[in-house]
């Protein structure tokens, strides 16, 4: 399935990035993030004649940058939405700021919700006239099948954006538009320095493109894509073991990795 124009948040690098690079180059790529330097780059290397390749520098966790995205989007007539920019916190919640709570549940969740709803009406509408598919990614998580204490607030902020996805998925059913929740586990980016991880977990798990690739690769095809046999295995004892229990004995492992927001 070939796209004719897809609005990518967290473009500026890791998985966002990988998704800018994989699409053919018959997509037209509206990118979004806060640092300007890294999308410029990526515009630069990406454009070709013919094909629309720019960005929008936005925040999504305040309503001035979410439309501005927004309105960015709904003139470049977008087909694929893919709601990527997230962020997550090692620590307790009794130490962390509350600014920082706060900031994940605005970009991994209300960011989320509010591109999805503003920009699904033109792309039904698009596909229906057209005769198109067109289609959403939200990437979740595989800690979306489980509570992950010392990263409570970030794992509930991904198990929103799997239900979201996968209610969306039904209520579109039988409509031209796809969804997908896609759930990478550990992925080399700069995420787990950010989150301020004790442990190099990157190295344990994917690439960003091959988590960008296998998303468009099930993206019309299923609506739960959790990246990689180890996390399929995980999300599997997520789905068979008591909540209470299972986050008894992930707390004995994050317990003593966390390490407090700085
Ligand atoms: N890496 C993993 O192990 C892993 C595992 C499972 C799920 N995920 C999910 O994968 C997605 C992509 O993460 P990644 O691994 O690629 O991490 P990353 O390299 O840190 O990229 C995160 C992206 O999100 C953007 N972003 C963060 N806060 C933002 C804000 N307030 N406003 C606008 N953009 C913002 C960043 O843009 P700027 O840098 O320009 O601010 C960046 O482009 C996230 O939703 C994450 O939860 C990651």
Same mark, same amino acid.
């Given at each position: 399935?070939?796209?004719?124009?897809?609005l990518?948040?967290?473009a500026?690098?890791?998985?966002?990035?990988?998704?800018?690079?994989?699409?053919?180059?018959?997509?037209d790529?509206?990118?979004?993030?806060?640092?300007?330097?890294?999308?410029?780059?990526?515009?630069?290397?990406?454009?070709?004649a013919?094909?629309?390749?720019?960005?929008?520098?936005?925040?999504?966790?305040?309503?001035?940058?979410?439309?501005?995205?927004?309105?960015?989007?709904e003139?470049?007539?977008?087909?694929?939405?893919?709601?990527?920019?997230?962020?997550?916190?090692?620590?307790?919640?009794?130490?962390?700021?509350?600014?920082?709570?706060?900031?994940? +549940? #605005?970009?991994?969740?209300?960011?989320? /919700? &509010?591109?999805?709803? @503003?920009?699904l009406? !033109?792309?039904?509408? %698009?596909?229906?006239?057209?005769?198109?598919?067109?289609?959403?990614?939200?990437?979740?998580?595989?800690?979306?099948?489980?509570p992950l204490p010392?990263?409570?607030?970030?794992?509930?902020?991904?198990?929103?954006?799997?239900?979201?996805?996968?209610?969306?998925?039904?209520?579109?059913?039988?409509?031209?538009?796809? +969804? #997908?929740?896609?759930?990478?586990?550990? /992925? &080399?980016?700069?995420? @787990?320095?950010?989150? !301020?991880?004790?442990? %190099?977990?990157?190295?344990?798990?994917?690439?960003?493109?091959?988590?960008?690739?296998?998303?468009l690769?099930?993206?019309?095809?299923?609506?739960?894509?959790?990246?990689?046999?180890?996390?399929?295995?995980?999300?599997?004892?997520?789905?068979?073991?008591?909540p209470?229990?299972?986050?008894?004995?992930?707390?004995?492992?994050?317990?003593?990795?966390?390490?407090?927001?700085?």
């Open positions: 399935m070939t796209y004719r124009a897809a990518i948040t967290g500026s690098s890791g998985i966002g990035e990988a998704f800018a690079r994989a699409l053919p180059s018959e997509t790529l509206l990118l979004t993030g806060r640092q300007e330097l890294p999308l410029e780059k990526l515009v630069a290397e990406l454009s070709r013919g094909r629309r390749v720019t960005y929008t520098v936005a925040d999504l966790a305040c309503h001035e940058g979410l439309n501005r995205v927004i309105t960015a989007a003139e470049f007539d977008i087909d694929l939405l893919i709601n990527n920019a997230g962020l997550g916190y090692f620590g307790e919640i009794a130490v962390n700021p509350s600014k920082a709570e706060a900031e994940m +549940v #605005l970009v991994n969740v209300v960011a989320t /919700t &509010a591109l999805s709803s @503003a920009l009406p !033109g792309m039904l509408r %698009r596909a229906e006239m057209l005769g198109q598919r067109a289609g959403i990614i939200i990437v979740a998580s595989v800690v979306s099948f489980f010392w990263m409570t607030t970030y794992a509930a902020t991904k198990a929103f954006d799997l239900m979201y996805a996968l209610g969306l998925a039904e209520e579109l059913r039988g409509r031209p538009v796809d +969804v #997908l929740a896609l759930c990478p586990g550990s /992925t &080399a980016s700069r995420f @787990a320095e950010r989150a !301020g991880s004790p442990t %190099r977990l990157a190295l344990l798990g994917h690439t960003s493109a091959q988590v960008a690739s296998a998303g690769a099930a993206l019309g095809r299923r609506h739960v894509l959790v990246v990689g046999l180890g996390n399929r295995v995980i999300t599997m004892i997520g789905r068979v073991l008591p209470t229990l299972f986050a008894r004995i992930v707390g004995l492992f994050t317990r003593r990795a966390r390490r407090p927001y700085s």
